[in-house]
């Protein structure tokens, strides 16, 4: 077998046993959703502080993880106590600015203590790793009830299918029709043939959730259209993160598509985006 089938092996059976392990998380519970969210997150974040290392910045891993890991809960616990999302939106941006607030001045304190260079950089990466990847996550907590009054998984299950198809017909069209670089200096083989590709891959998508959820076919089409448009930048900013550190990949957990980071670029950028479309469209 040569090198190239048998990376194409391993590439699909992970990403066959990383969808199962996924969807079914999703569908299981809503407990067991929580755990995905709660273990991507510590994979995430190890991973992020790893790659700012890599450029001279000595983050607070213990302290970014462990405000990532509480802003989740905190977020996690609103949606269990109060399904009806709309009525707790007010209190629950309220404890997460009161959580931000507080965690600034932890993280000066723990710096005074650690005695390393850069204190500002320090602190600055510490935060954005709450901010690049645990915010999101949390806000993913709210998707399969937003849209209901009860636990409704396929939600978040459509979500995921949309952002898979945008990459899917990306990768089908640009390779067949590509020809004028999108951004060339961070993802040479992207192409604005295959970002359009990719768009009308990801409103089909929307289409068809539309249809097997009895939604309302105009909001999800426009919700397809944001995680489309907003998941390509994620995927071009978690490539501007790994080109500064030198990396090619974010990590190694899953065989033949890198960490955590490399397989949820698009979702780490696009959910905040897409919480807001769903609090107020659908």
């Given at each position: 077998?040569?090198?190239?089938?048998?990376?194409?092996?391993?590439?699909?059976?992970?990403?066959?046993?990383?969808?199962?392990?996924?969807?079914?998380?999703?569908?299981?519970?809503?407990?067991?959703?929580?755990?995905?969210?709660?273990?991507?997150?510590?994979?995430?974040?190890?991973?992020?502080?790893?790659?700012?290392?890599?450029?001279?910045?000595?983050?607070?891993?213990?302290?970014?993880?462990?405000?990532?890991?509480?802003?989740?809960?905190?977020?996690?616990t609103v949606v269990?106590?109060?399904?009806?999302?709309?009525?707790?939106?007010?209190?629950?941006?309220?404890?997460?600015?009161a959580f931000l607030?507080?965690?600034?001045?932890?993280?000066?304190?723990?710096?005074?203590?650690?005695?390393?260079?850069?204190?500002?950089?320090?602190?600055?990466?510490?935060?954005?790793?709450?901010?690049?990847?645990?915010?999101?996550?949390?806000?993913?907590?709210?998707?399969?009830?937003?849209?209901?009054?009860?636990?409704?998984?396929?939600?978040?299950?459509?979500?995921?299918?949309?952002?898979?198809?945008?990459?899917?017909?990306?990768?089908?069209?640009?390779?067949?029709?590509?020809?004028?670089?999108?951004?060339?200096?961070?993802?040479?083989?992207?192409?604005?043939?295959?970002?359009?590709?990719?768009?009308?891959?990801?409103?089909?998508?929307?289409?068809?959730?539309?249809?097997?959820?009895?939604?309302?076919?105009?909001?999800?089409?426009?919700?397809?259209?944001?995680?489309?448009?907003?998941?390509?930048?994620?995927?071009?900013?978690?490539?501007?993160?790994?080109?500064?550190?030198?990396?090619?990949?974010?990590?190694?957990?899953?065989?033949?598509?890198?960490?955590?980071?490399?397989?949820?670029?698009?979702?780490?950028?696009?959910?905040?985006?897409?919480?807001?479309?769903?609090?107020?469209?659908?």
């Amino acid at each position: 077998m040569n090198e190239k089938l048998k990376n194409l092996l391993v590439r699909t059976l992970s990403g066959a046993v990383l969808a199962v392990v996924v969807l079914g998380a999703i569908a299981w519970s809503q407990w067991s959703f929580g755990a995905l969210l709660a273990l991507l997150l510590i994979v995430g974040m190890r991973e992020f502080y790893t790659l700012t290392e890599a450029r001279g910045a000595a983050p607070q891993r213990i302290v970014g993880l462990v405000a990532g890991l509480v802003l989740l809960a905190l977020n996690f616990t609103v949606v269990c106590d109060d399904i009806q999302i709309l009525g707790s939106a007010n209190r629950t941006f309220a404890f997460g600015m009161a959580f931000l607030l507080l965690l600034l001045p932890v993280m000066f304190i723990c710096e005074l203590f650690r005695r390393r260079e850069n204190p500002a950089v320090n602190i600055a990466t510490t935060l954005l790793g709450v901010v690049y990847v645990a915010l999101p996550f949390s806000l993913m907590c709210y998707f399969p009830i937003i849209a209901s009054e009860e636990w409704s998984p396929g939600v978040m299950m459509f979500y995921i299918f949309i952002i898979w198809a945008n990459d899917v017909f990306a990768y089908l069209v640009g390779m067949s029709l590509g020809r004028h670089r999108l951004c060339e200096r961070l993802s040479p083989k992207k192409s604005w043939e295959g970002f359009f590709g990719g768009v009308i891959g990801a409103m089909a998508m929307g289409l068809v959730a539309a249809w097997a959820l009895k939604g309302n076919y105009a909001a999800w089409a426009g919700l397809a259209f944001v995680a489309s448009i907003t998941g390509v930048l994620g995927d071009l900013v978690e490539s501007m993160f790994k080109r500064a550190a030198g990396v090619k990949d974010s990590g190694r957990l899953i065989p033949g598509h890198g960490g955590v980071l490399d397989r949820f670029d698009a979702e780490l950028l696009s959910a905040p985006f897409v919480f807001v479309y769903m609090l107020y469209v659908m």
